[in-house]
């Protein structure tokens, strides 16, 4: 079974920093994806990232870009540039991958992200 | 991205009686639906994964028999609660599986009164 570790239960951030967003993960399996998902007030969950393993390049989009240590198990996120429409509760994610999976998601506890001025 | 219709957004119902919570793929065929289930404040904790066409697959500690899961069409898979008690009152979430991509719906708030 897979395990998702966020380690920061909340986290403070002021306009225009840059913060990163701790994740860990344990897994005996090779072939998997990792997320990282953003859940505002509104509840819905929004895509923002995401690593296949097997790919050592890490991830960007945009202002999200991600730190992908596959033989420590860690991906953490790093938000560039923070903006107040980031306040939100971030999870980490992990997939297992293969032909045939279904795409069924482990998710970390959650790390709430607030934005000040 | 593509998307995932979820209804009601909000229910409130008597103890003891049913509620139906409907999850569609709006725009792509997901031959896999996942239910997951959120407390306040805490992390999304999978429920059942709901195939189109076949019996779902429960985890464990999930009384089936209380959350029946129907996905009768490639668009639709439903989460029925039944006899609902208050401590049934929470958040439920689906996604739809589209390959190693998932979307997911708005999400429903049941109250249990």
């Known amino acids: 079974a897979q395990t998702v570790t966020q380690s920061q239960p909340e986290m403070s951030v002021q306009e225009a920093e840059t913060v990163t967003l701790s994740c860990t993960y344990d897994t005996s399996e090779s072939n998997y994806y990792l997320f990282w998902y953003k859940q505002p007030p509104s509840r819905q969950m929004i895509l923002v990232i995401r690593q296949e393993a097997y790919k050592q390049q890490n991830a960007t989009e945009n202002r999200f870009s991600v730190n992908f240590q596959k033989a420590a198990k860690s991906f953490s996120l790093k938000i560039s540039d923070s903006q107040l429409g980031d306040t939100a509760m971030y999870f980490c994610a992990f997939m297992k991958g293969g032909a045939g999976t279904a795409s069924k998601l482990t998710f970390g506890t959650g790390t709430r992200l607030q934005v000040t001025l | 991205g593509a998307v995932v219709s979820q209804h009601p957004s909000r229910v409130i119902c008597k103890s003891g009686t049913s509620v139906k919570i409907e999850c569609r793929s709006l725009?792509?065929?997901?031959?896999?639906m996942f239910w997951y289930r959120q407390f306040p404040k805490q992390s999304l904790m999978l429920m059942a994964t709901?195939?189109?066409?076949?019996?779902?697959?429960?985890e464990q500690g999930v009384e089936k028999d209380k959350f029946l899961i129907n996905h009768a069409s490639l668009t639709l898979s439903t989460l029925t609660v039944t006899s609902a008690h208050p401590e049934d009152s929470s958040f439920y979430i689906c996604?739809?599986?589209?390959?190693?991509?998932?979307?997911f719906g708005q999400g429903t708030r049941l109250t249990v009164v």
């Open positions: 709901s195939n189109e066409g076949s019996k779902a697959t429960y």
């Open positions: 996604s739809a599986s589209r390959g190693t991509e998932a979307f």
């Open positions: 725009d792509f065929q997901a031959t896999t």
